[in-house]
């Protein structure tokens, strides 16, 4: 399964964002989606995450301001995001963790797309 994903950029504070990522096959059925992000000089922390039946979590920092959704016909996750502030400057990561069984999951990562919130 290979992750492509959509929509960094430049943004003021205050300002909005969405990205998305869309997955190259459904073969998980029980899956979970999700966006995690890496700012310089930091590691790498889960920003949201939802599952195929549309469960959600969110970093505390974020609630209120973000929002992910998906949408399972195009195996695409999205990550609406209002409300940026400087602090939100990151790489941010798609994954998809797809269960195989045995309360295993397989992990899969797409390529950073990068979001810089100028103060």
């Known amino acids: 399964v290979q992750l492509q994903a959509f929509g960094g950029g430049l943004v003021q504070a205050g300002g909005s964002l969405r990205l998305s990522c869309a997955a190259s096959?459904?073969?998980?059925?029980?899956?979970?989606m999700g966006w995690y992000r890496r700012a310089p000089g930091k590691q790498r922390e889960l920003v949201a995450t939802?599952?195929?039946?549309?469960?959600?979590v969110y970093k505390d920092s974020v609630k209120g301001r973000f929002t992910i959704s998906r949408d399972n016909a195009r195996n695409t996750v999205y990550l609406q995001m209002n409300s940026l502030k400087p602090e939100d400057t990151a790489a941010y990561y798609c994954n998809l963790k797809g269960y195989t069984g045995d309360y295993q999951y397989t992990d899969y990562w797409g390529q950073g797309t990068l979001v810089t919130v100028s103060s």
């Open positions: 939802i599952t195929d039946l549309g469960d959600t």
């Open positions: 096959d459904s073969i998980f059925t029980t899956n979970v």
